[in-house]
Protein backbone atom coordinates (compact mmCIF):
# COMPACT_ATOMS: atom_id res chain seq x y z
CA UNK A 1 0.00 0.00 0.00
CA UNK A 2 3.02 2.07 1.02
CA UNK A 3 5.08 1.63 -2.23
CA UNK A 4 1.76 1.95 -4.77
CA UNK A 5 1.41 5.32 -2.61
CA UNK A 6 4.64 6.60 -2.99
CA UNK A 7 5.05 5.47 -6.93
CA UNK A 8 1.37 7.47 -7.77
CA UNK A 9 3.60 10.41 -5.41
CA UNK A 10 6.11 9.85 -8.23
CA UNK A 11 4.44 10.06 -11.27
CA UNK A 12 2.58 12.63 -10.27
CA UNK A 13 5.75 14.72 -9.68
CA UNK A 14 7.27 13.88 -13.05
CA UNK A 15 3.84 14.83 -14.94
CA UNK A 16 3.53 17.75 -13.24
CA UNK A 17 6.73 18.65 -14.01
CA UNK A 18 6.53 17.70 -17.98
CA UNK A 19 3.21 19.92 -18.02
CA UNK A 20 4.97 22.93 -16.43
CA UNK A 21 7.22 23.21 -19.53
CA UNK A 22 4.97 21.84 -22.22
CA UNK A 23 2.64 24.40 -23.87
CA UNK A 24 -0.30 23.02 -22.34
CA UNK A 25 -0.47 22.75 -18.90
CA UNK A 26 -4.54 23.65 -18.36
CA UNK A 27 -7.08 21.15 -16.99
CA UNK A 28 -4.86 19.69 -14.58
CA UNK A 29 -6.22 17.14 -12.29
CA UNK A 30 -7.27 18.51 -8.79
CA UNK A 31 -8.71 17.60 -4.97
CA UNK A 32 -10.36 20.47 -4.29
CA UNK A 33 -11.77 23.52 -6.39
CA UNK A 34 -9.97 26.02 -4.61
CA UNK A 35 -6.82 24.04 -6.39
CA UNK A 36 -8.01 23.96 -9.76
CA UNK A 37 -5.88 26.33 -12.17
CA UNK A 38 -8.87 28.26 -14.76
CA UNK A 39 -7.42 29.12 -18.10
CA UNK A 40 -8.55 32.39 -18.95
CA UNK A 41 -10.64 34.12 -21.36
CA UNK A 42 -6.78 35.56 -22.42
CA UNK A 43 -5.76 32.72 -23.65
CA UNK A 44 -8.85 31.04 -25.40
CA UNK A 45 -9.15 32.75 -28.89
CA UNK A 46 -12.00 30.66 -30.15
CA UNK A 47 -14.95 31.05 -27.72
CA UNK A 48 -18.35 30.57 -27.89
CA UNK A 49 -21.57 30.85 -25.97
CA UNK A 50 -24.53 28.59 -26.14
CA UNK A 51 -27.02 31.64 -25.12
CA UNK A 52 -30.00 30.34 -24.49
CA UNK A 53 -31.65 33.38 -21.90
CA UNK A 54 -33.90 34.53 -24.93
CA UNK A 55 -35.99 31.32 -25.88
CA UNK A 56 -39.14 30.14 -24.24
CA UNK A 57 -39.50 33.42 -22.54
CA UNK A 58 -43.41 32.28 -20.57
CA UNK A 59 -43.35 31.47 -17.21
CA UNK A 60 -45.24 28.29 -17.78
CA UNK A 61 -42.25 26.99 -20.16
CA UNK A 62 -39.59 27.00 -17.16
CA UNK A 63 -40.74 23.39 -16.16
CA UNK A 64 -39.49 21.91 -19.65
CA UNK A 65 -36.24 23.80 -19.32
CA UNK A 66 -32.87 21.56 -19.68
CA UNK A 67 -35.52 18.75 -19.00
CA UNK A 68 -33.94 16.41 -22.00
CA UNK A 69 -30.23 18.24 -21.64
CA UNK A 70 -27.02 16.29 -21.89
CA UNK A 71 -23.72 17.75 -20.99
CA UNK A 72 -22.04 15.25 -23.22
CA UNK A 73 -24.16 16.44 -26.30
CA UNK A 74 -23.30 20.33 -25.42
CA UNK A 75 -19.73 19.28 -25.09
CA UNK A 76 -19.51 17.89 -28.25
CA UNK A 77 -20.90 20.46 -29.89
CA UNK A 78 -18.17 22.34 -29.14
CA UNK A 79 -15.54 20.33 -29.53
CA UNK A 80 -16.92 19.76 -33.04
CA UNK A 81 -17.11 23.59 -33.55
CA UNK A 82 -13.23 23.84 -32.60
CA UNK A 83 -13.91 25.92 -29.59
CA UNK A 84 -11.41 26.27 -26.85
CA UNK A 85 -13.60 28.24 -23.85
CA UNK A 86 -17.33 28.85 -23.87
CA UNK A 87 -19.52 30.43 -21.43
CA UNK A 88 -21.80 28.27 -19.58
CA UNK A 89 -24.79 29.56 -17.95
CA UNK A 90 -25.55 29.00 -14.27
CA UNK A 91 -28.05 31.53 -13.75
CA UNK A 92 -29.51 33.04 -17.44
CA UNK A 93 -32.13 35.85 -16.86
CA UNK A 94 -34.83 33.16 -16.13
CA UNK A 95 -34.19 33.41 -13.17
CA UNK A 96 -33.65 30.12 -12.24
CA UNK A 97 -30.56 28.13 -11.27
CA UNK A 98 -28.46 25.37 -13.78
CA UNK A 99 -26.36 24.74 -10.38
CA UNK A 100 -26.18 23.47 -6.84
CA UNK A 101 -27.90 26.63 -5.22
CA UNK A 102 -28.83 27.12 -1.46
CA UNK A 103 -29.67 31.12 -2.59
CA UNK A 104 -31.77 30.58 -5.57
CA UNK A 105 -33.86 28.07 -7.16
CA UNK A 106 -32.82 25.18 -9.98
CA UNK A 107 -34.71 24.71 -12.86
CA UNK A 108 -37.26 22.16 -12.00
CA UNK A 109 -37.42 20.10 -15.13
CA UNK A 110 -33.35 19.58 -14.81
CA UNK A 111 -31.98 16.52 -13.94
CA UNK A 112 -29.02 16.71 -11.97
CA UNK A 113 -26.23 19.03 -11.52
CA UNK A 114 -26.55 20.33 -15.17
CA UNK A 115 -23.59 23.31 -14.83
CA UNK A 116 -21.37 20.97 -12.79
CA UNK A 117 -21.89 18.06 -15.17
CA UNK A 118 -21.61 20.53 -18.09
CA UNK A 119 -17.70 21.92 -17.05
CA UNK A 120 -16.29 18.48 -16.01
CA UNK A 121 -17.71 17.56 -19.61
CA UNK A 122 -16.32 20.73 -21.57
CA UNK A 123 -12.60 19.90 -18.87
CA UNK A 124 -12.40 16.62 -20.66
CA UNK A 125 -12.37 17.87 -23.98
CA UNK A 126 -10.17 20.80 -23.17
CA UNK A 127 -12.42 23.28 -23.68
CA UNK A 128 -12.45 26.39 -20.54
CA UNK A 129 -16.32 26.99 -19.10
CA UNK A 130 -16.74 30.36 -17.54
CA UNK A 131 -19.78 31.22 -15.23
CA UNK A 132 -22.13 33.36 -16.14
CA UNK A 133 -24.76 35.28 -13.69
CA UNK A 134 -27.49 37.64 -15.12
CA UNK A 135 -27.71 40.92 -13.53
CA UNK A 136 -30.21 42.83 -14.75
CA UNK A 137 -33.10 40.64 -16.03
CA UNK A 138 -33.61 38.37 -13.46
CA UNK A 139 -37.06 37.60 -14.62
CA UNK A 140 -38.11 35.31 -11.80
CA UNK A 141 -36.98 37.84 -9.23
CA UNK A 142 -39.33 40.78 -11.10
CA UNK A 143 -42.33 38.71 -11.37
CA UNK A 144 -42.03 37.89 -7.73
CA UNK A 145 -41.84 41.57 -6.85
CA UNK A 146 -43.88 43.23 -9.63
CA UNK A 147 -45.76 46.63 -8.13
CA UNK A 148 -42.74 47.35 -5.62
CA UNK A 149 -40.81 50.52 -6.31
CA UNK A 150 -37.88 49.02 -7.34
CA UNK A 151 -39.13 47.12 -10.33
CA UNK A 152 -39.26 49.04 -13.18
CA UNK A 153 -41.97 48.32 -16.33
CA UNK A 154 -44.28 45.17 -16.04
CA UNK A 155 -44.41 41.55 -17.47
CA UNK A 156 -46.97 41.15 -20.60
CA UNK A 157 -49.94 39.44 -20.22
CA UNK A 158 -47.97 36.30 -20.51
CA UNK A 159 -45.98 36.76 -17.83
CA UNK A 160 -43.25 37.66 -20.28
CA UNK A 161 -40.43 40.15 -18.98
CA UNK A 162 -38.26 40.14 -21.71
CA UNK A 163 -36.43 43.41 -22.00
CA UNK A 164 -39.74 45.00 -20.90
CA UNK A 165 -38.53 45.55 -17.17
CA UNK A 166 -35.72 46.34 -15.53
CA UNK A 167 -34.57 45.93 -11.63
CA UNK A 168 -33.15 48.89 -10.15
CA UNK A 169 -29.49 48.04 -8.60
CA UNK A 170 -29.90 49.56 -5.83
CA UNK A 171 -33.11 47.47 -4.70
CA UNK A 172 -32.83 45.99 -1.38
CA UNK A 173 -31.30 42.59 -0.68
CA UNK A 174 -30.84 42.29 -4.59
CA UNK A 175 -26.70 42.59 -5.39
CA UNK A 176 -26.72 40.37 -2.05
CA UNK A 177 -28.65 37.57 -4.54
CA UNK A 178 -26.35 38.29 -7.17
CA UNK A 179 -23.32 37.98 -4.86
CA UNK A 180 -24.67 34.89 -3.50
CA UNK A 181 -25.10 33.02 -6.71
CA UNK A 182 -21.62 34.52 -7.92
CA UNK A 183 -20.32 33.26 -4.64
CA UNK A 184 -21.68 29.08 -5.28
CA UNK A 185 -20.51 29.32 -8.57
CA UNK A 186 -16.95 30.10 -7.72
CA UNK A 187 -16.46 28.13 -4.05
CA UNK A 188 -18.57 24.65 -5.85
CA UNK A 189 -17.23 24.66 -9.50
CA UNK A 190 -13.79 24.88 -11.56
CA UNK A 191 -14.91 27.70 -13.67
CA UNK A 192 -12.12 29.49 -16.25
CA UNK A 193 -13.61 32.56 -15.50
CA UNK A 194 -16.81 34.81 -14.03
CA UNK A 195 -19.18 37.23 -16.33
CA UNK A 196 -22.31 38.75 -15.38
CA UNK A 197 -24.85 40.13 -17.69
CA UNK A 198 -26.20 43.46 -18.63
CA UNK A 199 -25.31 46.11 -16.41
CA UNK A 200 -27.61 49.01 -16.43
CA UNK A 201 -30.40 50.58 -13.86
CA UNK A 202 -33.38 52.69 -14.07
CA UNK A 203 -33.32 56.60 -14.83
CA UNK A 204 -34.97 58.98 -16.40
CA UNK A 205 -35.05 57.88 -20.10
CA UNK A 206 -33.85 54.66 -20.13
CA UNK A 207 -33.95 51.42 -21.30
CA UNK A 208 -37.79 50.36 -20.63
CA UNK A 209 -38.72 53.88 -20.42
CA UNK A 210 -38.01 53.79 -17.01
CA UNK A 211 -38.29 56.71 -14.59
CA UNK A 212 -35.48 57.53 -11.93
CA UNK A 213 -35.35 55.26 -8.87
CA UNK A 214 -36.27 56.52 -5.45
CA UNK A 215 -36.27 53.02 -3.79
CA UNK A 216 -34.94 52.73 -0.39
CA UNK A 217 -31.56 51.13 -1.81
CA UNK A 218 -31.37 54.04 -3.95
CA UNK A 219 -32.44 56.35 -0.68
CA UNK A 220 -29.49 55.20 0.86
CA UNK A 221 -26.91 55.74 -1.68
CA UNK A 222 -27.62 58.84 -2.53
CA UNK A 223 -27.52 59.98 1.44
CA UNK A 224 -24.02 58.03 1.07
CA UNK A 225 -22.92 59.97 -2.06
CA UNK A 226 -24.45 63.68 -1.63
CA UNK A 227 -25.03 63.82 1.93
CA UNK A 228 -28.45 64.85 1.17
CA UNK A 229 -32.33 63.00 1.02
CA UNK A 230 -33.05 62.20 -2.45
CA UNK A 231 -36.73 63.71 -2.47
CA UNK A 232 -37.46 64.29 -5.50
CA UNK A 233 -35.57 63.55 -9.02
CA UNK A 234 -37.08 66.35 -10.60
CA UNK A 235 -35.13 68.40 -7.31
CA UNK A 236 -32.02 67.59 -8.93
CA UNK A 237 -30.39 68.67 -12.44
CA UNK A 238 -29.50 66.21 -15.52
CA UNK A 239 -25.66 65.90 -14.03
CA UNK A 240 -27.03 64.46 -10.57
CA UNK A 241 -29.34 61.84 -12.42
CA UNK A 242 -26.50 60.58 -14.80
CA UNK A 243 -23.75 60.66 -12.07
CA UNK A 244 -25.52 58.55 -9.73
CA UNK A 245 -26.65 56.41 -12.52
CA UNK A 246 -22.90 55.44 -13.01
CA UNK A 247 -22.74 55.34 -9.40
CA UNK A 248 -24.99 53.06 -8.94
CA UNK A 249 -23.50 50.55 -12.06
CA UNK A 250 -20.10 51.21 -10.89
CA UNK A 251 -21.25 50.04 -7.52
CA UNK A 252 -22.42 46.34 -8.75
CA UNK A 253 -19.41 45.90 -10.19
CA UNK A 254 -17.24 46.79 -7.49
CA UNK A 255 -19.31 44.59 -5.01
CA UNK A 256 -19.13 41.74 -7.41
CA UNK A 257 -15.43 42.42 -8.14
CA UNK A 258 -14.58 42.58 -4.57
CA UNK A 259 -16.35 39.28 -3.61
CA UNK A 260 -14.29 37.10 -6.40
CA UNK A 261 -10.97 38.52 -5.49
CA UNK A 262 -11.98 37.78 -1.82
CA UNK A 263 -13.05 34.08 -3.05
CA UNK A 264 -10.55 32.80 -5.83
CA UNK A 265 -8.36 36.09 -7.18
CA UNK A 266 -7.33 33.62 -10.04
CA UNK A 267 -10.44 32.86 -12.20
CA UNK A 268 -11.00 36.27 -14.29
CA UNK A 269 -13.74 38.33 -14.21
CA UNK A 270 -15.65 40.81 -16.92
CA UNK A 271 -18.78 42.32 -16.89
CA UNK A 272 -20.96 42.68 -20.75
CA UNK A 273 -21.69 46.46 -20.87
CA UNK A 274 -18.55 48.28 -20.09
CA UNK A 275 -17.84 49.53 -23.60
CA UNK A 276 -18.07 52.13 -25.66
CA UNK A 277 -21.88 51.51 -26.61
CA UNK A 278 -23.06 52.18 -23.03
CA UNK A 279 -23.30 54.60 -20.46
CA UNK A 280 -21.28 53.07 -17.62
CA UNK A 281 -17.90 54.44 -16.58
CA UNK A 282 -15.34 53.18 -19.23
CA UNK A 283 -12.60 53.28 -16.80
CA UNK A 284 -14.03 50.77 -14.11
CA UNK A 285 -13.08 48.56 -17.31
CA UNK A 286 -9.58 49.21 -15.57
CA UNK A 287 -10.88 46.75 -12.41
CA UNK A 288 -12.01 43.81 -15.05
CA UNK A 289 -9.51 41.49 -16.08
CA UNK A 290 -10.10 41.40 -19.72
CA UNK A 291 -12.17 44.14 -22.07
CA UNK A 292 -15.31 42.65 -23.50
CA UNK A 293 -16.76 44.06 -26.43
CA UNK A 294 -20.15 42.71 -27.99
CA UNK A 295 -21.15 43.17 -31.53
CA UNK A 296 -18.07 45.10 -32.33
CA UNK A 297 -15.50 46.64 -35.03
CA UNK A 298 -12.58 46.59 -34.87
CA UNK A 299 -12.12 50.51 -34.23
CA UNK A 300 -13.91 49.75 -30.77
CA UNK A 301 -12.28 46.63 -30.17
CA UNK A 302 -9.01 49.22 -29.98
CA UNK A 303 -10.83 52.05 -28.44
CA UNK A 304 -11.56 49.32 -25.82
CA UNK A 305 -8.70 47.92 -25.00
CA UNK A 306 -6.63 51.46 -25.06
CA UNK A 307 -9.49 52.70 -22.83
CA UNK A 308 -9.05 49.39 -20.19
CA UNK A 309 -5.39 49.37 -20.97
CA UNK A 310 -5.91 45.36 -21.49
CA UNK A 311 -3.52 43.44 -24.11
CA UNK A 312 -7.01 41.47 -24.98
CA UNK A 313 -10.60 41.58 -25.58
CA UNK A 314 -13.15 39.42 -26.35
CA UNK A 315 -14.53 40.46 -29.43
CA UNK A 316 -18.13 39.68 -30.37
CA UNK A 317 -18.32 39.65 -33.90
CA UNK A 318 -21.53 37.12 -33.89
CA UNK A 319 -24.49 37.52 -36.20
CA UNK A 320 -27.56 38.99 -34.17
CA UNK A 321 -29.87 37.41 -36.60
CA UNK A 322 -31.56 34.58 -36.24
CA UNK A 323 -32.83 33.03 -40.04
CA UNK A 324 -35.73 31.06 -40.22
CA UNK A 325 -34.96 27.48 -40.23
CA UNK A 326 -33.69 26.69 -43.73
CA UNK A 327 -33.32 30.31 -44.95
CA UNK A 328 -29.85 30.96 -46.37
CA UNK A 329 -27.06 31.78 -43.46
CA UNK A 330 -24.41 34.84 -43.16
CA UNK A 331 -21.08 33.56 -44.10
CA UNK A 332 -18.37 34.35 -41.71
CA UNK A 333 -16.59 37.41 -42.85
CA UNK A 334 -12.91 35.77 -42.23
CA UNK A 335 -11.36 39.19 -43.06
CA UNK A 336 -12.94 41.07 -39.81
CA UNK A 337 -12.58 38.20 -37.79
CA UNK A 338 -8.62 37.96 -38.70
CA UNK A 339 -8.61 41.47 -38.00
CA UNK A 340 -10.16 41.42 -34.69
CA UNK A 341 -7.20 38.47 -33.37
CA UNK A 342 -4.48 40.69 -34.82
CA UNK A 343 -5.79 43.58 -32.97
CA UNK A 344 -5.78 41.52 -29.76
CA UNK A 345 -9.33 40.32 -29.92
CA UNK A 346 -10.25 37.06 -28.97
CA UNK A 347 -13.31 35.10 -31.06
CA UNK A 348 -16.90 35.31 -29.61
CA UNK A 349 -20.01 33.63 -31.32
CA UNK A 350 -23.05 32.93 -30.60
CA UNK A 351 -25.18 32.90 -33.90
CA UNK A 352 -28.12 32.56 -34.21
CA UNK A 353 -28.77 31.80 -30.42
CA UNK A 354 -32.47 32.13 -30.59
CA UNK A 355 -32.97 28.93 -32.33
CA UNK A 356 -31.72 26.84 -29.37
CA UNK A 357 -33.98 23.90 -27.93
CA UNK A 358 -34.75 25.19 -24.33
CA UNK A 359 -35.07 21.48 -23.33
CA UNK A 360 -31.70 19.82 -24.70
CA UNK A 361 -29.77 23.54 -25.26
CA UNK A 362 -28.86 22.14 -28.95
CA UNK A 363 -29.45 24.50 -31.22
CA UNK A 364 -31.55 23.27 -34.82
CA UNK A 365 -30.29 21.87 -37.97
CA UNK A 366 -30.05 25.35 -39.54
CA UNK A 367 -28.00 26.83 -37.16
CA UNK A 368 -26.21 23.67 -36.33
CA UNK A 369 -25.14 24.15 -40.14
CA UNK A 370 -23.50 27.55 -39.85
CA UNK A 371 -21.52 26.43 -36.86
CA UNK A 372 -19.97 23.02 -39.08
CA UNK A 373 -20.02 24.89 -42.45
CA UNK A 374 -18.66 28.56 -41.44
CA UNK A 375 -17.32 28.27 -37.39
CA UNK A 376 -15.81 24.82 -37.29
CA UNK A 377 -13.20 25.56 -40.45
CA UNK A 378 -13.01 29.01 -39.35
CA UNK A 379 -11.79 28.18 -35.76
CA UNK A 380 -9.64 24.98 -37.32
CA UNK A 381 -7.52 27.21 -38.85
CA UNK A 382 -7.02 29.73 -35.37
CA UNK A 383 -6.14 26.92 -33.83
CA UNK A 384 -2.98 26.63 -36.03
CA UNK A 385 -1.93 29.92 -36.17
CA UNK A 386 -2.40 29.98 -32.41
CA UNK A 387 1.16 30.50 -31.76
CA UNK A 388 1.33 33.18 -33.61
CA UNK A 389 -1.38 35.34 -31.59
CA UNK A 390 -0.40 34.94 -28.02
CA UNK A 391 0.68 38.03 -26.38
CA UNK A 392 0.94 39.42 -29.75
CA UNK A 393 0.28 43.38 -30.13
CA UNK A 394 0.22 45.17 -32.97
CA UNK A 395 2.91 47.53 -33.67
CA UNK A 396 1.72 51.08 -33.88
CA UNK A 397 3.60 54.19 -34.88
CA UNK A 398 0.64 56.88 -33.74
CA UNK A 399 -1.34 57.04 -30.61
CA UNK A 400 -4.75 58.58 -29.41
CA UNK A 401 -4.93 59.88 -26.20
CA UNK A 402 -8.58 58.63 -24.72
CA UNK A 403 -10.06 60.63 -21.64
CA UNK A 404 -13.17 59.58 -20.20
CA UNK A 405 -13.62 62.96 -18.81
CA UNK A 406 -13.64 64.36 -22.23
CA UNK A 407 -18.11 63.20 -22.38
CA UNK A 408 -18.75 65.00 -19.27
CA UNK A 409 -19.06 68.31 -20.82
CA UNK A 410 -21.46 66.82 -23.23
CA UNK A 411 -25.75 66.73 -23.05
CA UNK A 412 -26.37 63.07 -20.87
CA UNK A 413 -22.30 62.54 -20.52
CA UNK A 414 -22.94 61.16 -23.91
CA UNK A 415 -19.82 60.05 -25.42
CA UNK A 416 -20.90 59.28 -28.79
CA UNK A 417 -19.81 62.77 -30.49
CA UNK A 418 -16.54 61.79 -28.62
CA UNK A 419 -16.31 58.43 -30.33
CA UNK A 420 -17.61 59.66 -33.63
CA UNK A 421 -14.47 62.05 -33.41
CA UNK A 422 -11.66 59.41 -32.98
CA UNK A 423 -13.29 56.81 -35.33
CA UNK A 424 -12.07 57.91 -39.32
CA UNK A 425 -8.67 58.38 -37.51
CA UNK A 426 -9.08 54.95 -36.44
CA UNK A 427 -10.20 53.66 -39.34
CA UNK A 428 -8.20 55.58 -42.37
CA UNK A 429 -4.88 54.28 -40.51
CA UNK A 430 -6.73 50.49 -40.41
CA UNK A 431 -7.10 50.85 -44.22
CA UNK A 432 -3.68 52.30 -44.43
CA UNK A 433 -2.11 48.96 -42.70
CA UNK A 434 -1.19 51.57 -40.03
CA UNK A 435 -3.30 50.90 -37.14
CA UNK A 436 -3.19 53.25 -34.00
CA UNK A 437 -3.08 52.46 -30.43
CA UNK A 438 -5.30 54.39 -28.08
CA UNK A 439 -4.06 55.37 -24.96
CA UNK A 440 -5.63 56.05 -21.81
CA UNK A 441 -4.83 59.14 -20.61
CA UNK A 442 -4.60 57.38 -16.97
CA UNK A 443 -2.04 55.52 -18.15
CA UNK A 444 0.22 58.23 -19.59
CA UNK A 445 2.53 57.66 -17.14
CA UNK A 446 3.19 54.18 -16.72
CA UNK A 447 6.83 53.11 -17.65
CA UNK A 448 5.54 50.42 -19.28
CA UNK A 449 3.59 51.94 -22.30
CA UNK A 450 6.86 53.14 -23.68
CA UNK A 451 5.47 56.16 -24.64
CA UNK A 452 8.18 57.40 -26.54
CA UNK A 453 7.63 54.84 -29.35
CA UNK A 454 4.80 56.37 -30.84
CA UNK A 455 5.98 59.28 -33.37
CA UNK A 456 2.86 60.96 -32.81
CA UNK A 457 0.06 61.25 -30.19
CA UNK A 458 -3.28 62.78 -31.43
CA UNK A 459 -6.11 64.68 -28.84
CA UNK A 460 -8.92 64.52 -30.86
CA UNK A 461 -11.72 66.41 -28.48
CA UNK A 462 -10.25 64.81 -25.64
CA UNK A 463 -10.44 66.90 -22.91
CA UNK A 464 -10.39 66.80 -19.12
CA UNK A 465 -6.80 65.94 -18.19
CA UNK A 466 -5.20 66.33 -15.14
CA UNK A 467 -2.21 68.32 -14.52
CA UNK A 468 0.15 65.89 -13.81
CA UNK A 469 -1.28 63.50 -17.37
CA UNK A 470 -0.29 66.99 -18.92
CA UNK A 471 2.77 67.23 -17.63
CA UNK A 472 3.56 63.70 -19.18
CA UNK A 473 2.14 64.83 -22.30
CA UNK A 474 4.83 67.91 -22.18
CA UNK A 475 7.93 65.35 -20.95
CA UNK A 476 6.63 63.16 -24.24
CA UNK A 477 6.89 66.59 -26.54
CA UNK A 478 10.23 67.47 -25.03
CA UNK A 479 11.60 64.27 -25.61
CA UNK A 480 11.28 64.50 -29.18
CA UNK A 481 7.61 63.04 -29.73
CA UNK A 482 5.07 64.95 -31.79
CA UNK A 483 1.67 65.63 -30.18
CA UNK A 484 -1.24 67.12 -32.34
CA UNK A 485 -4.54 68.87 -30.74
CA UNK A 486 -7.61 68.96 -32.68
CA UNK A 487 -10.84 70.46 -32.83
CA UNK A 488 -11.88 71.31 -29.49
CA UNK A 489 -9.47 69.48 -27.71
CA UNK A 490 -8.04 70.55 -24.02
CA UNK A 491 -10.74 72.93 -23.54
CA UNK A 492 -12.28 71.34 -20.42
CA UNK A 493 -12.00 70.42 -17.19
CA UNK A 494 -12.14 66.92 -15.49
CA UNK A 495 -15.80 68.22 -14.79
CA UNK A 496 -16.65 69.13 -18.55
CA UNK A 497 -16.85 72.64 -17.10
CA UNK A 498 -14.86 75.02 -19.95
CA UNK A 499 -11.57 76.09 -19.37
CA UNK A 500 -12.04 79.31 -21.56
CA UNK A 501 -8.75 78.39 -23.23
CA UNK A 502 -6.60 75.90 -24.27
CA UNK A 503 -4.70 74.09 -21.83
CA UNK A 504 -0.91 73.92 -23.32
CA UNK A 505 -1.81 77.16 -25.49
CA UNK A 506 1.42 78.72 -24.41
CA UNK A 507 3.49 75.90 -25.57
CA UNK A 508 1.43 76.26 -28.67
CA UNK A 509 2.33 79.60 -28.82
CA UNK A 510 -1.03 80.51 -28.69
CA UNK A 511 -3.15 83.02 -26.91
CA UNK A 512 -5.40 81.89 -24.57
CA UNK A 513 -8.80 82.46 -26.39
CA UNK A 514 -7.68 81.96 -29.91
CA UNK A 515 -9.23 78.92 -31.96
CA UNK A 516 -7.99 76.84 -34.01
CA UNK A 517 -7.41 76.83 -37.91
CA UNK A 518 -7.98 74.76 -40.83
CA UNK A 519 -4.46 74.96 -41.05
CA UNK A 520 -1.75 73.13 -39.66
CA UNK A 521 0.02 75.46 -37.24
CA UNK A 522 3.37 73.43 -35.47
CA UNK A 523 5.56 75.05 -33.12
CA UNK A 524 9.05 73.20 -31.72
CA UNK A 525 8.86 72.00 -28.32
CA UNK A 526 12.42 70.63 -26.67
CA UNK A 527 13.38 68.17 -28.97
CA UNK A 528 9.57 67.63 -30.55
CA UNK A 529 7.15 69.30 -31.48
CA UNK A 530 3.55 71.27 -30.73
CA UNK A 531 0.77 70.88 -32.96
CA UNK A 532 -2.49 71.59 -33.14
CA UNK A 533 -6.00 72.14 -35.88
CA UNK A 534 -9.15 72.47 -36.05
CA UNK A 535 -9.74 69.04 -38.06
CA UNK A 536 -7.08 66.01 -37.57
CA UNK A 537 -6.10 65.38 -41.24
CA UNK A 538 -4.53 62.91 -42.84
CA UNK A 539 -1.89 64.63 -44.44
CA UNK A 540 -1.47 66.41 -41.11
CA UNK A 541 -0.98 63.43 -39.70
CA UNK A 542 1.37 61.92 -42.41
CA UNK A 543 3.83 65.51 -41.43
CA UNK A 544 4.09 64.92 -38.07
CA UNK A 545 4.32 61.20 -37.81
CA UNK A 546 6.60 60.33 -40.87
CA UNK A 547 6.46 57.25 -42.78
CA UNK A 548 4.61 54.57 -41.52
CA UNK A 549 6.22 51.12 -40.22
CA UNK A 550 4.40 49.38 -43.40
CA UNK A 551 3.53 50.19 -47.05
CA UNK A 552 1.24 47.90 -48.75
CA UNK A 553 0.52 47.77 -52.58
CA UNK A 554 -1.71 47.70 -53.86
CA UNK A 555 -3.29 49.84 -51.61
CA UNK A 556 -6.37 48.43 -50.73
CA UNK A 557 -5.02 45.69 -49.66
CA UNK A 558 -4.74 45.58 -45.54
CA UNK A 559 -2.30 44.08 -43.43
CA UNK A 560 -1.57 44.36 -39.42
CA UNK A 561 1.64 44.33 -37.82
CA UNK A 562 2.01 42.34 -34.44
CA UNK A 563 5.06 41.86 -32.01
CA UNK A 564 5.60 39.17 -29.93
CA UNK A 565 7.89 40.13 -26.99
CA UNK A 566 8.58 37.33 -25.51
CA UNK A 567 9.53 35.13 -28.38
CA UNK A 568 11.76 38.37 -30.15
CA UNK A 569 9.64 38.15 -33.84
CA UNK A 570 6.97 40.05 -35.65
CA UNK A 571 4.27 38.52 -37.69
CA UNK A 572 3.03 40.31 -40.58
CA UNK A 573 -1.03 38.99 -40.86
CA UNK A 574 -2.22 39.36 -44.63
CA UNK A 575 -5.95 40.03 -44.37
CA UNK A 576 -6.62 40.17 -47.73
CA UNK A 577 -6.22 36.78 -50.38
CA UNK A 578 -4.46 37.97 -53.52
CA UNK A 579 -0.74 39.03 -54.70
CA UNK A 580 0.60 42.44 -52.49
CA UNK A 581 3.57 43.85 -51.55
CA UNK A 582 4.74 45.01 -48.49
CA UNK A 583 8.06 47.42 -47.73
CA UNK A 584 8.82 46.89 -44.14
CA UNK A 585 10.66 50.03 -42.49
CA UNK A 586 13.82 48.61 -40.08
CA UNK A 587 13.45 51.53 -37.73
CA UNK A 588 10.01 49.77 -36.45
CA UNK A 589 10.82 46.42 -37.78
CA UNK A 590 14.92 45.16 -37.11
CA UNK A 591 14.25 41.71 -38.70
CA UNK A 592 15.99 40.27 -41.27
CA UNK A 593 14.09 36.72 -42.70
CA UNK A 594 11.13 35.15 -42.82
CA UNK A 595 11.13 32.36 -40.43
CA UNK A 596 7.69 31.05 -40.98
CA UNK A 597 4.59 31.20 -43.26
CA UNK A 598 1.05 30.02 -42.80
CA UNK A 599 -0.40 28.00 -44.72
CA UNK A 600 2.76 26.65 -45.53
CA UNK A 601 1.69 25.71 -49.38
CA UNK A 602 -0.45 27.34 -52.13
CA UNK A 603 1.20 30.56 -51.86
CA UNK A 604 4.81 32.47 -52.41
CA UNK A 605 6.21 34.72 -50.84
CA UNK A 606 10.14 36.62 -51.30
CA UNK A 607 11.80 38.57 -49.34
CA UNK A 608 14.59 41.11 -50.31
CA UNK A 609 16.44 43.92 -48.75
CA UNK A 610 15.75 47.28 -49.33
CA UNK A 611 17.71 50.72 -47.81
CA UNK A 612 14.77 51.18 -45.22
CA UNK A 613 13.61 48.01 -44.61
CA UNK A 614 12.47 44.85 -46.38
CA UNK A 615 10.24 44.35 -48.98
CA UNK A 616 8.23 41.37 -49.18
CA UNK A 617 6.36 40.07 -52.16
CA UNK A 618 3.19 37.47 -52.05
CA UNK A 619 2.27 35.81 -54.69
CA UNK A 620 -0.91 33.59 -55.57
CA UNK A 621 -3.80 33.40 -54.06
CA UNK A 622 -4.60 32.51 -50.34
CA UNK A 623 -7.27 32.68 -47.12
CA UNK A 624 -6.03 33.86 -43.50
CA UNK A 625 -2.22 34.01 -44.23
CA UNK A 626 0.80 35.30 -41.49
CA UNK A 627 4.75 35.66 -41.80
CA UNK A 628 6.41 35.44 -39.18
CA UNK A 629 9.18 37.66 -39.32
CA UNK A 630 12.52 37.67 -37.10
ZN1 LIG B 1 -33.68 52.10 -6.71
Same mark, same amino acid.
Given at each position: ?????????????????????????????????????????????????????????? &????????????????????????????????????????????????????????????????????????? +????????????????????????????????????????????????? =????????????????????????????????????????????? =? #?????????????????????????????????????????????????? +?????????????????????????????????????????????????????? &???????????????????????????????????????????????? +??????????????????????????????????????? +??????????? #??????????????????????????????????????????????????????????????????????????????????????????? %????????????????????????????? &????????????????????????????????????????????????????????????????? %????????????? %????
Amino acid at each position: MKASLTQAWFCCVVWLTASAVGADDWFVPFKRVGDYKPKGPAHCFRQFNIDWSWIALR &PDQVPEFLSEADPVALAEFCRRMNVDGTVVMAVPHHGYCTHETRVGTKFPGMKGDWFGRTIEELHKRKIAAFG +YVTLNWNWKFIRENVGRDFIHGKPDADGVCSSRCVICLNAPGYLELVEG =YTREVLEKYPVDGMRWDILISAKKGGLHGSSDCTCEGCRRLFRQL =Y #GQELTRWQDFDERRHMEFYIATTTRAVERLRALCKRVKPSVDIWQNCVSS +YHENDLNVGRRMDIAYNEFADSYRLMLLRGATGKPAAINGLMNKASPAPGAPLT &PLDHREWRACLALGGRCYSYYGHKQTDHKTLLPNDTIQGWHREQLAPF +YGMVSQIEPWLRDAVPVSHVGIVFSEATRFRFPCYDRAP +YVAAMEPIANA #GLQRSAPVEFVNALDLGKPQKQLSRFKLLILPRTSGLSATELDHLRRYVRAGGSLLVAGDALRHDSRGKELGGMALAKEMGLQHGDTLLST %LHVRPFGRGKMACIADATQEAIDQLAGPA &PLTVQPPEVRVILTRQEKQHRWVLHLLDDGPCTVEIRREFVPATKITHQFPTSGWKCAVEKTDVG %LRIKASDRASDRL %LVLE
